[in-house]
């Protein structure tokens, strides 16, 4: 018995010398409790949403005021036409327009009935289905109050107008989001296991002695997963359009070339995490969990970043799945071109560069 307490004790001690042991222990329960709890929600907060306002009169104001005063929402600006929705929906600024009818005030004083249109962004259905939904109680509260205060009760009613989506349908939202987290996996992901896997059977010192450079044997052992997940990324456009009647409203030449360089930027990721990583257990594990988690939580796939603590949504700007899927989303439902995304573009660039950089760094300080 003391020889199985000691043989105990030894295996803790190997535990805890282990720092890598220690954090899959403690650090990963730990931080997936915290992202989990944090990230994974369906209601809104703080969502932009721009006024048009035809009447300006006092009961629109008062229902504007009660709308700032909400923790749901956040008036971005005053349009003044509807020409202007579209284009603020293409921005991205705003998630949705309302907007007042003229003599808003008249109308409930002599019909005893006035309307409301709320025009949303339906490139996220279950967003957009939320901001009508809200709206609506934040209008209803409104009115319930003012026929309590007066004799004659009136009635506002709101109605809901979807842009671009405007079924609804949850595949519009899937999509983009399936291509990213497929992406994502083949790219950096494989990269990252194949890189190692050379390094781990000691195959990777002879590739680097011998007479090709060494950005070449990186380039040549990326290019096969470049090609297969510009594959992947054709066949699932080719789905979308064809199964389930997805759109391609913008430039499609637009959409492949933005499709590569993400592709890129994974396979740069994947690299970086090759650079970092002993055997390919350790590649695979921090591919799954560094990348995928955060991919499928942190991108706005599922869930709305807007709705998420501020770290999170600071800590989102660093995952390139998100600005990949925005890409996408504006250039097949919103049909935009390049003047609308060129800062997503930039971000998705500089990104790749950075982790390139990181790259060669690191493998140089190996070679030395």
Known sequence: MKRFIGFIKKEFYHIFRDKRSLFILFGMPIA??????????????????????????????????????SPYFSI???????????????????KAVLIFEPNFSQNLVNKKAATIQTVTDATEPNVANTIANYTSAVVQNYQSQKNS??????????????????????????????????????????????????????TMEILLVSPLKPFQVIIGKVFPYVFLSIINAV?????????????????????????????????????????????????????????MLPVIILSGFIFPINSMPVPMQVISNIIPAKWFIIIVKAIMLKGVGIQYIWKETLVLIGMTLFFIAL??????????
């Open 32 to 69: 997936q409790i915290l992202l989990f709890g944090f990230a994974i929600t369906n209601e809104i907060n703080n969502v932009d949403i721009a006024v048009l306002d035809h009447s300006k009169d006092f009961e629109t104001q008062k229902i504007i005021n009660k709308l700032k005063s």
């Open 76 to 94: 971005e600006n005053q349009l003044d036409s509807e020409k202007e929705i579209e284009s603020e929906f293409k921005k991205g600024k705003v």
């Open 149 to 202: 205060s007066s004799g004659s009760p009136a009635s506002v009613e709101v109605q809901s107008r979807m842009f671009y989506n405007p079924e609804l349908k949850s595949v519009f939202n899937f999509v983009p989001g399936v291509m990213t987290v497929i992406l994502m996996l083949v790219s950096a992901m494989m990269t990252s296991i194949s890189i190692t896997r050379e390094k781990e059977l000691g």
């Open 235 to 291: 066949v699932i456009l080719l789905l979308g359009y064809f199964v389930f009647k997805m759109p391609i409203n913008g430039s499609l030449f637009l959409l492949l070339f933005e499709s590569i360089l993400f592709i890129i930027s994974a396979l740069s990721l994947g690299i970086l995490i090759s650079t970092i990583s002993d055997s390919q257990q350790t590649a695979m594990m921090l591919s799954l969990m560094g990348l």
């Open 359 to 368: 790259s060669i760094k690191k493998y140089k300080i190996r070679l030395e």
